[in-house]
Antibody, heavy 128, light 111 residues
Framework: QVQLVQSGAEVKKPGASVHISCKAS????????MHWVRQAPGQGLEWMGI????????SYAQKFQGRVTMTRDTSTSTVYMELRSLTSEDTALYYC?????????????????????WGQGTLVTVSS | QSVLTQPPSVSGAPGQRVTISCTGS?????????VDWYQQFPGTAPKLLIY???NRPSGVPDRFSGSKSGTSASLAISGLQSEDEADYFC???????????FGGGTKLTVL
């Protein structure tokens, strides 16, 4: 069965960086785009970005441009998300979420932005 | 402030039908982009409930249905059950922001 297992909770000081992993299993890793979504305590969901596990290409929400980097390791079926220059407003649960299979035509693929499987979440607390 | 607007809460008695609205704009729902719905219980990750406006993933009861018209979408839950008590989020793609956007979430209370 599909599983997305994320790394454990982190406590960081303002200005620091956090690095979260998401290990996928139970499906063909390169067959599905992966997203990162966060949820501040008691708040709604916020999309952060997407990575193509095949090409490693990424697209980030404007809000996080310059502060976030998403990467992948196909040998271990793992995606990573690094967020830098943390502030207290970055305190949140961070989720990786798998997309449905992309629409592909003539070798060009487009993600669907449907999040059908989610990791368990990684709590990041930013506090001095 | 969420790009998509949902009512903060809705409620209904067991067996009743409730609807949750999701209002967007011409740059997301109104641009023809599909709407998805997620169900989230406290302390757990969201679960895909409806995708592509009206489609249910395998295992989702047909008591849940989605619709879309113009710049808005709705999630309907019929035959309300106590286990439906959860938070519900709508989601679409915004072409102006070039990103996925969510509603602020609606808390469903089963009376």
């Amino acid at each position: 069965q599909v599983q997305l297992v994320q790394s454990g909770a982190e406590v960081k000081k303002p200005g620091a960086s956090v690095h979260i992993s998401c290990k996928a299993s139970g499906y063909t890793f390169t067959g599905h785009y992966m997203h990162w979504v966060r949820q501040a305590p008691g708040q709604g969901l916020e999309w952060m970005g997407i990575i193509n596990p095949t090409a490693g290409s990424t697209s980030y929400a404007q809000k996080f441009q310059g502060r976030v980097t998403m990467t992948r390791d196909t040998s271990t079926s793992t995606v990573y998300m690094e967020l830098r220059s943390l502030t207290s407003e970055d305190t949140a649960l961070y989720y990786c979420a798998r997309d449905l299979p992309p629409d592909c035509t003539n070798g060009v693929c487009f993600p669907k932005y449907y999040f059908d499987h989610w990791g368990q979440g990684t709590l990041v607390t930013v506090s001095s | 402030q969420s790009v998509l607007t949902q009512p903060p809460s809705v409620s209904g008695a067991p067996g009743q039908r409730v609807t949750i609205s999701c209002t967007g704009s011409s740059s997301n729902i109104g641009a023809g982009n599909v709407v998805d719905w997620y169900q989230q219980f406290p302390g757990t990750a969201p679960k895909l409930l409806i995708y592509g406006n009206t489609n249910r993933p395998s295992g989702v009861p047909d008591r849940f249905s989605g619709s879309k018209s113009g710049t808005s979408a709705s999630l309907a839950i019929s035959g309300l059950q106590s286990e439906d008590e959860a938070d519900y989020f709508c989601q679409s793609y915004d072409i102006s922001l070039s990103c996925s956007v969510f509603g602020g979430g609606t808390k469903l209370t089963v009376l």
